[in-house]
């Protein structure tokens, strides 16, 4: 597993200062100067981010109310859903994560320009950033995720802490970013990755 740059360095387009200022500015007052209960704007960009704390695999409802509470925290506006994917139908990652893109982290660095993006398997740029800017805590992510955004090893729905699940490799511009070749029992603890959406 690659390790990841201190600047989340990898190539991609930059948003511009205002699409940064208006989803919560990392480089001022910590996104305080926002709206936490605004609406996004459909349309995007759209902020995605490696949560700064760890945590067993657990439910997606779990996984979103942790992303949620992440970035309340910071009062960054929308919805935020976590990168994992269930067995039901419509809950794999990709069909959670609604909007069209771009997603751009908490310098303005494009991710992923669209859903095409989304699952290609490459993404833009390292995604290493936390909600609150800084560089992740753990390189490690909980997924259950293949890169083309649906259902991978999930420790039986996130629900059996024994069984593993897939990770993904944060700051890996290949599909490693979302099922690297190794997995993890969910009673051990990792990031998420947390997507906002309309």
């Not at 605004?38 to 942790?66: I, Q």
């Not at 309340?72 to 893109?101: C, H, Q």
């Not at 303005?108 to 699952?119: E, H, K, P």
């Not at 690297?180 to 990755?193: A, D, M």
């Amino acid at each position: 597993m690659d390790a990841a740059g201190d600047d989340g360095s990898g190539g991609g387009d930059d948003a511009s200062n205002d699409d940064v200022r208006k989803l919560g500015d990392a480089s001022g007052d910590g996104g305080k100067g926002a709206d936490a209960d605004a609406a996004v704007d459909a349309n995007g960009p759209f902020l995605v981010f490696v949560s700064s704390r760890v945590y067993a695999g657990s439910t997606l409802a779990d996984g979103d109310a942790k992303c949620m509470a992440l970035a309340k925290a910071l009062a960054l506006p929308g919805n935020f859903s976590a990168w994992l994917s269930y067995s039901d139908a419509g809950a794999s990652a990709v069909e959670r994560i609604t909007g069209l893109g771009p997603w751009i982290d908490r310098k303005g660095n494009t991710i992923f320009a669209d859903r095409t993006d989304l699952v290609s398997g490459a993404p833009k740029h390292q995604l290493v950033l936390t909600e609150d800017g800084g560089n992740y805590v753990d390189q490690l992510v909980w997924t259950g995720t293949h890169p083309n955004g649906t259902l991978a090893l999930n420790c039986a729905n996130w629900s059996k802490s024994a069984i593993a699940g897939s990770l993904g490799g944060a700051g890996e511009l290949d599909g490693r970013w979302t099922e690297e070749p190794s997995q993890s029992i969910c009673s051990t603890t990792h990031s998420i990755y947390c997507f906002q959406h309309p």
